[in-house]
């Protein structure tokens, strides 16, 4: 299927590794033009030379990169001094650390606030109104199922992102927005085969003292399509929901997690 967005400009955060680089790799195995961001320059060098290897061929696609901590005002003035203008928008940040309410004071709230909801809101103030002008755009925000399904010990990002997902649902719904092509959702991602859920497993080696193997094995039979998911399966959902066929689909979360949620809505 030709998704109907070779040429377009896209800026996918979180870039260098995992579901933003699936995202990445997708949206340029389209012929989307990309522009990648990540904090560490080394890994994102790498991932923006892998991805214009694969692309080599024949999509045409742009790949470029910038060093940058998103979820700062600083971090964001670097990305827009490359390229002002996008009509794909991937917005993405590392979730917080986990533990109990209790021990989370004010800064640890802030903090997670500021990455996991404000940031997003403000990437997607800066690049509106060019795409209203222009007639498309796509926002997909990359969240968490934990959105859909609250985990106790993730309190930081069940509050941040739970406010991200109410903000989207009412500015989605906007005609002024809605009925100008532009189109706004979020990706609720469950458990990817990805760095973050390494370190998770690793931590848990520790904490209980069993194999990586086992404990890897007894998650994966928690979830109905007994595996974890991959970047490129969440990637290609990503470059879907850019693409011109999902015009009439915006303001929902979209939950790819094998199947885990057990709830009918």
Known sequence: MDLGIKGKWALVCGASKGLGRGCAEALAAEGVNVLMVARGADALAAAASKIRANNA?????????????????????TVFAVRRDFDIVVTNAGGPPTGSFRDWDREAWIKAIDANMLT??????ATLDGMLARGFGRIVNITS?????????????????SGLTGFVAGLARNPEIAAKGVTINNLLPG???????RG?????????????????AVHQ??????????PAEFGAICAFLCSQQAG?????????????YPGTF
Do not use: W
């Open 57 to 77: 061929g024949g999509t045409g696609a742009e790949v470029q990169f910038v060093a940058a901590d998103i979820t700062t005002p600083e971090g964001r003035a």
């Open 120 to 125: 997003p809101i403000e990437l997607i103030k």
């Open 145 to 161: 199922s934990a959105v859909k399904a609250p985990i106790d010990i993730l309190g930081l990002s069940n509050g941040a992102r």
């Open 191 to 197: 458990k990817f085969d990805t760095d973050r859920l």
């Open 200 to 216: 998770t497993l690793a931590g848990m080696v520790q904490k209980m003292g069993k194999p990586v193997e086992e404990i890897r």
């Open 221 to 230: 039979k928690q979830i109905p399509a007994q595996r974890f998911g991959t």
């Open 248 to 260: 009439y689909l915006t303001g929902q979360n979209i939950l790819p997690d094998g199947g885990s």
